[in-house]
């Protein structure tokens, strides 16, 4: 099939390929929230999901430009669809969902930002995540028969690279317009800066997800770091004693970075293995947490302990740590 015969094509076939778009954004959507909560779903997709059906005009042009000799098997992106996420580490979330519809068609990773950047770091725009995908079989969407192997370009940007990459398609990177080398430094500039402000957001994220922790989160942190660290115990401490621990000091905690917790506990971790038994603190998970709050509030957990039958446990850690209650 020569160009002008698959622009043809395109035209004929624009209402399937209108349902198909569509279709992709309803099952990518419907796996996200089946995997994520409705408050992580809500904030994940920062501009509504898009899909466009390619111009015939504009595959014409394409196929001669690359001189496709089957347009058919080579042209992936009749159908593109776009979905904007805040920052780098939610596009994984947008992959996996994309990967769990694989019994509807079969997902193929076309583009690798972080190889692309290493070889053209001056083309920012190009960090956009792409998939193409396949449908496995034939399916009727709204009356519309689409066909096996349809192809379909699924992209994936962060909100700053959408800003990018709109701004560079629309004024820079136009066939056949000339960019002055000035304008083309500015478009430089403006990728490290905004590659900066990806990273920026991300690493500012990945802090917020430390802090401002639930008694139930502190319950599941300080069970992973205790037994990554000190391994399984049978311990007689209950759930119910070392949670009033935390409802005690919840006021204190909400400001407590998980990670400096864990690396604290790290340090101390030998000693506290070495005196648990299953009548102590020590053969319990929070007393992660409550070494950290012994550490930066001796005197505030000393007076509002809540556990007199573990008073002796309280004096035992604050002396690990050098300090006398």
Not at 66 to 94: C, H, N, Q, W
Not at 271 to 286: C, K, W
Request: aromatic content about 10%; overall charge negative; some cysteine.
């Amino acid at each position: 099939m020569n160009a002008t015969a698959f622009g043809a094509y395109l035209d004929e076939r624009r209402s399937s390929l209108t349902s198909y778009g569509q279709y992709v954004i309803e099952a990518v959507t419907a796996s996200l929230r089946g995997d994520l909560t409705e408050v992580k779903f809500k904030s994940l997709l920062k501009v509504p999901p898009t899909f466009r059906v390619k111009d015939s005009a504009s595959a014409i042009q394409k196929i001669t430009l690359k001189g496709y000799k089957d347009p058919m098997a080579e042209l992936t992106d009749v159908v593109g669809v776009r979905f904007v996420v805040l920052l780098e580490s939610d596009i994984g979330l947008v992959e996996k969902a994309i990967i769990n519809c694989n019994g509807d068609w079969t997902p193929r990773k076309d583009r690798f930002p972080l190889f692309e950047i290493k070889e053209s770091p001056e083309a920012f725009q190009y960090q956009s995540t792409h998939f193409v995908i396949r449908l496995n079989q034939d399916i009727t969407i709204d009356g519309n028969l689409l066909h096996a192997d349809t192809p379909c370009e699924v992209q994936i940007r962060t909100l700053v690279q959408h800003a990018y990459a709109e701004f560079v398609h629309d004024r820079v990177y136009k066939p056949g317009k000339y960019v002055p080398s000035s304008v083309r430094r500015l478009v430089a500039r403006a990728m490290a800066m905004l590659e900066s402000t990806d990273l920026i957001f991300s690493e500012a994220a990945n802090e917020l997800a430390c802090v401002n922790l639930s008694v139930d989160q502190w319950m599941i942190e300080s069970e992973s770091v205790y037994s990554a660290l000190c391994g399984s115990f049978s311990t007689k401490v209950t759930e119910d004693e070392a949670r009033l621990f935390f409802e005690t000091f919840q006021d204190l905690i909400p400001s407590v970075n998980s990670r400096e917790v864990e690396e604290n506990f790290r340090k101390y971790a030998p000693s506290i293995t070495l005196h648990r038994n299953e009548e102590n603190v020590f053969g319990h998970h929070f007393v992660v947490v409550m070494l950290w709050l012994v550490s930066q509030h001796d005197q505030v957990v000393a007076a509002r302990w809540p556990m007199e039958k573990f008073r002796a446990d309280l004096t035992r850690l604050a002396a690990m740590l050098g300090i006398a209650l």
